[in-house]
């Protein structure tokens, strides 16, 4: 589900796009060294969002280091991390450990178990050093598989137990931006929940798998509610970070939340069109 709150590279200047890259490669580079080959693949464009937005507000100076890495072993890149790249990381392996540990309860699946059994360790230890926030991300993520298995269809509902999610993620401080950034959390969850069901919608009308928009695809005006709720969560999500006091990186959070988050829905949108002229064909 997670991927989705990422850059417009085109729309992005040269040196922010470095940035961002940077970020991201620090993370990456955390990852493997804390938890190893399985921790770097849980690498995601979303959290590289988190601790950009996270550096910005708090002003935390990263440390700068230039590496090679599997991906480009001929020349060193940029990299930069600080305290809420470690913190990122570990939200990370928290999330993983759950999605392994859902996939072996709901369809006994292999992979789900070997990652469960992996990460079990690890798991424990951060569980130790955030024993609350471990706690709130079980809790919402054990009402989101409930409603999932009772297939909810009403979206808002859903969504929004994965959008208080990502609110607990991103409350790293408990300060004066706690309400701001739980906001902006929890819209941003809906929207990527909502965009994942739309995403996915043809792949699961064909295997029958539970999706909350499939109740409304046949309705005449399908494409125009979707885009019209993800303007909508977008929007308050957007309201809430121009509240925050971000500089630094300002432009480069703006392309994501403005631009960035909506290069799947525009994929989407030229797949549709596409195929709808194909048909006329």
């Not at 921790?39 to 935390?60: A, I, K």
């Not at 809790?139 to 929004?160: F, H, T, W, Y």
């Amino acid at each position: 589900m997670f991927g989705y709150v990422t850059i417009c590279k085109p729309e992005l200047k040269m040196k922010d796009y470095y940035t961002y890259r940077a970020y991201y490669c620090g993370l990456c580079k955390v990852l493997k060294e804390k938890y190893g080959f399985l921790g770097q693949m849980t690498l995601t464009y979303d959290m590289t969002f988190l601790v950009l937005l996270l550096t910005s507000l708090y002003e935390e100076k990263p440390t700068h280091e230039q590496n090679r890495c599997i991906v480009h072993p001929a020349k060193k890149h940029d990299m930069f991390f600080n305290e809420i790249t470690e913190y990122a990381a570990d939200m990370n392996i928290v999330l993983t450990y759950f999605h392994f540990a859902d996939d072996w309860q709901d369809e006994k699946s292999k992979v789900g178990l070997a990652g469960m059994r992996a990460l079990r360790k690890t798991y424990l230890k951060i569980r130790e050093k955030y024993p609350n926030k471990c706690e709130k991300i079980r809790r919402c993520l054990v009402r989101l598989q409930k409603a999932e298995k009772m297939r909810e269809e009403n979206i808002d509902v859903v969504s929004g137990y994965f959008g208080e999610l990502m609110g607990e993620l991103l409350l790293y401080k408990d300060d004066v931006w706690k309400k701001t950034l739980k906001r902006l959390g929890f819209y941003l969850g809906k929207y990527i929940y909502i965009l994942d069901a739309y995403d996915d919608l043809e792949k699961d009308r064909e295997s029958g798998s539970y999706n909350p928009l499939l109740t409304l695809y046949n309705d005449e005006r399908y494409e125009e509610k979707c885009g019209q709720m993800l303007t909508l969560v977008l929007a308050e999500c957007s309201s809430a970070f121009e509240k925050l006091p971000c500089i630094e990186y300002a432009d480069i959070l703006r392309n994501i939340l403005y631009v960035g988050v909506w290069n799947k829905y525009d994929d989407k949108q030229k797949q549709n069109t596409v195929n709808e002229e194909g048909i006329k064909e």
